[in-house]
Each structure stands twice: as structure tokens, then as C-alpha cells.
């Protein structure tokens, strides 16, 4: 028997292998504002060279997009379209999922789903209480026990009667409800003009103690029941671009008060292999925050429609579409818009999520699934809660509306996606006509 033998070879393999710099390169490409302050915190503490100055803080009157016309004097030059007047149905099925497991008393829910079923798209309440109480023949204080009850629900802010309610419910979360923020909350009007002086003289607190409370209601939400549009960014934060409508059209802009500043100095302390790393973070950073501003535009050119009309108006658009355009490559492009936002007049967007393929073509028209998506809910928000549409019948009215043949299958994936319950789930007695903020029903 012959003992093994020993062979000594030569084989030739390829092996990519990312260097630390590249490594830091494409973690901060696709990192958040958020995420990368905190990076550039961490980096600062150990390098001696890197040194970080806050983000500038807004000003009094330096309002974000998803604030026009919610505020008086606050909108911009570009009138919005009217947001649908039917709740959105993602909405509807968050909020009757909550209040079943809130196990009300049969009289409570009764209430309880008066009060769901005049939600407004905003989430907040489209009737007066005297009218739920009407309707449910309940007392004033019944019906004010289940609304407090209700507005302990996810999103906050979600039932409030107004703005300020909706603002004070979120600032109770945040633990910022102080004596000072009750005072500017009493005071929205003069908050929205801008006028610090007066505002402060009527809060009796000091200027500064206003600018602060500002800082903080700026970046609640006033829309809390926004969220559940289909590509809306669920958490409160700031976002990594602003578009505001102009005179001209759609600006848009990173958002300065979101990053800090960044600068680069010789510091004894500091070694020249630090200096050197310094250098780099600062080139990836400003690399960073061109790229992101050059998807952005691109983005913006494409979905002006979007913007202005949401969901519906989104036009087929693939990141092979930004990358030829642009020269990037499609990753580059994946990892620009993962995580980042856009805050606009009609509520902070992921970007990614407002990328869509096309449906359509062979001689029909093109659409985007997504701008499909938003035509199947606001078919379902319109339906007769009392004789909901099936899969079938949305798939024949939505070929119908948009001209583009869609498959009873392909509405059910959509309908789920949507957070959409099936038809039987939906079918529900109508309780109250909706109002309009000067109590004038609307039919």
C-alpha cells in the first residue's frame, strides 16, 4: 500500500478586499443625518483634528415643508391640491385594530367607533364632540372619557380636536410640557407670524425661552395620521432634505439644521496619520451631501406630480433611471437613498420608497405600481362602508380609472400592502357625516 504523498501547488484566486477608507466612504454614503452626526461625534471625541460645531438653529419663521398650510402664513407660493377628504384606510384599519384591542365596554365602543369614524386624513377629529354625543346619545363626559382613552394610540397626536391638542399630546410624550411650551401652545397664531417680541410678552416668559419651545414643536408632527400614506416616513426626526414651493416652482435643498458643521484643524495633540484621516472624513462628508443633493433633484424633477398631488402622482422611476442619468452607478444610487428623507408640503417621504416600476404598456398607458396602489386606496376610502368593494370590483374600477388591465390578485397584494383589510372586515354602519372646520357638513 502506498503512503500518501505531499503535492505542493500554485493556484491563483481574486479577492476584493475593501480598504478602511472605502469601507468609510460607503458606510457614511448611506447613512442618515441622524446616523452620521452621531459618526462624526464618535470620530471628533478620538481625533483631535476633527472638530464639530451644532447645526445652525432654525429661526423663528423657518418653518419645515410638512408644516405649509397647516399653519396660517406658513405655505408657500405653490398651491397644494386637496388632500383626499375620506380617511385613509390604512388609517381606518390601524385605528379599529387599536380600539378592538382596547377592549372597550359595549357602550364605550360604540363611542369609540363614532369617534374612528370621523377621523380626518390628518388624524384629527372632523366633528364637534356635541355631535358624537348626539349620535351615540351618550353624555358629554362619556364620550370625553373614551376620547381621552383614544388618544393614548400610536401615532400621538392621533383624536386630537385641533392643532395645539395635537401638539400638546406629543409634547406629554416627549416629557417637554412645561409651563413655558403650555404657554406657546396657547398662542399658535402669533407663533405662526413670526413676531418673537410680541409672542414672548404674551407667553410672559423670555425670547429665548420661546425660540426653544419653537425648536421643539417644529419637529412634532402636525399630521400624525399622515404616516400611513404608503411611502410616508413613519418616525419624527429631521429630515435630510426640504422641498418648499416657490414662486419659480419646487426648490430643494439640504437641510442644514439636521448636520453639524464639520471642520478640519492642526491640533498638537493630533498625530499627522490623524490629520491625514481628518482630511478624508471631511472629503467623504462633502462627497456625501453632493451626491444625496444631486439624487435629490433628479428625484424632484421626476416627481413634481407627487409632490403636489402624493401617492397617485408618482411616475414609473427605477434607480437604473437615476443612475443613467446621473453617470452613478445603481448602487451608488441604493445606497444614497437608503434611509434618507424628504420633508415636503405633503409630509416627510423615504426616498427610497418613491421609487416604482411601471405598470402598463403594449398599448396601454403607464403607470406606477406605487401611484396604483394610492388609486386603490382612495377607491376604498370612497366605497360605501356599508357595501365595501371586493378585490374583483376594485380591480374593474381601477382598470376603468387608469386605462391599464390589473389582475384581482395583484389588487389583493395591493390591498395588503396597504394595510387594506379584506372587504368583509370593512364593512361598517356609517355613523356621522363628515365636517368641514367651520362645522358645515360635507357630502
Known amino acids: 500500500m502506498r503512503s500518501p504523498q505531499q503535492r505542493i501547488g500554485l493556484t491563483q ?38 472638530r464639530l460645531e451644532p447645526p445652525p438653529q432654525p429661526a423663528l419663521q423657518d418653518w419645515l415643508p410638512r408644516w405649509a398650510n397647516v399653519l396660517g402664513g406658513t405655505s408657500g407660493g405653490l398651491g397644494l391640491a386637496a388632500e383626499t377628504a375620506d380617511t385613509s384606510p390604512s388609517l381606518m384599519a390601524h385605528v379599529m385594530g387599536e380600539i378592538e384591542a382596547m377592549k372597550f365596554a359595549p357602550n364605550d365602543l360604540k363611542i369609540a367607533i363614532a369617534l374612528a369614524e370621523v377621523l380626518e386624513p390628518s388624524g384629527w377629529l372632523g366633528a364637534e364632540l356635541r355631535q358624537v354625543v348626539a349620535e351615540t346619545r351618550a353624555t358629554q363626559a362619556e364620550v370625553e372619557a373614551v376620547l381621552h382613552r383614544l388618544q393614548q394610540m400610536e401615532p400621538t397626536g392621533i383624536f386630537a380636536r385641533n392643532l395645539a391638542e395635537c401638539l400638546r399630546l406629543q409634547a406629554i410624550e416627549a416629557g417637554v410640557l412645561d409651563r413655558e411650551m403650555a404657554a406657546v401652545l396657547a398662542h399658535l397664531d402669533l407663533l405662526a407670524t413670526g413676531d418673537l417680541g410680541r409672542l ?116 414609473p422611476m427605477t434607480m437604473a433611471d437615476l443612475a443613467e442619468a446621473l453617470g452613478f452607478h445603481e448602487s451608488t444610487i441604493s445606497r444614497v437613498v437608503a434611509g434618507a428623507s424628504l420633508d415636503s408640503p405633503r409630509g416627510t417621504w423615504w426616498l427610497r420608497q ?48 387608469t386605462g391599464v388591465t390589473i389582475a384581482r390578485r395583484t389588487v389583493a397584494k395591493y390591498r395588503e400592502a396597504e394595510g387594506i383589510p379584506v372587504a368583509s372586515r370593512r364593512k361598517r354602519k356609517p355613523v356621522l357625516p363628515r365636517m368641514g372646520r367651520k362645522g358645515r357638513a360635507e357630502g
Not at 25 to 50: F, K, M, V
Open 200 to 315: 414672548a410678552k404674551a407667553c410672559h416668559i423670555p425670547e429665548a425661552a420661546v425660540l426653544q419651545r419653537f425648536r421643539a414643536i417644529r419637529s412634532m408632527n402636525p399630521k400624525p395620521g399622515a404616516q400611513f400614506a404608503s411611502i410616508s416616513a413613519a418616525q419624527m426626526r429631521e429630515p435630510d432634505l426640504v422641498v418648499k414651493a416657490t414662486a419659480n416652482g419646487w426648490s430643494i435643498a439640504l437641510n442644514r439644521s439636521a448636520l453639524p458643521t464639520l471642520r478640519v484643524t492642526k491640533s498638537d495633540a493630533g498625530s499627522a496619520a490623524g490629520l491625514t484621516q481628518a482630511k478624508a472624513i471631511e472629503r467623504m462628508v462633502e462627497a456625501r451631501n453632493t451626491t444625496l443633493l444631486l439624487v435629490g433633484r433628479e428625484i424632484l424633477a421626476r416627481q413634481q406630480e407627487a409632490i403636489r398631488l402624493g401617492p397617485v402622482g408618482l411616475a
Open 354 to 401: 418613491m421609487f416604482s416600476p411601471a405598470l402598463g404598456g403594449n398599448g396601454q398607458p403607464l403607470i406606477s405600481a406605487a401611484a396604483m396602489r394610492g388609486r386603490l386606496a382612495r377607491l376604498v376610502a370612497a366605497e360605501n362602508p356599508a357595501r365595501p368593494l371586493s378585490d374583483e370590483a376594485l380591480a374593474m374600477a381601477l382598470t376603468i380609472d
Open 13 to 50: 484566486t481574486q479577492r476584493l478586499a475593501l480598504n478602511t477608507s472605502l469601507q468609510a466612504s460607503i458606510a457614511i454614503l448611506r447613512t442618515d443625518a441622524a446616523g452620521l452626526t452621531r459618526y462624526l461625534e464618535e470620530q471628533a471625541a478620538e481625533n483631535p483634528h476633527l
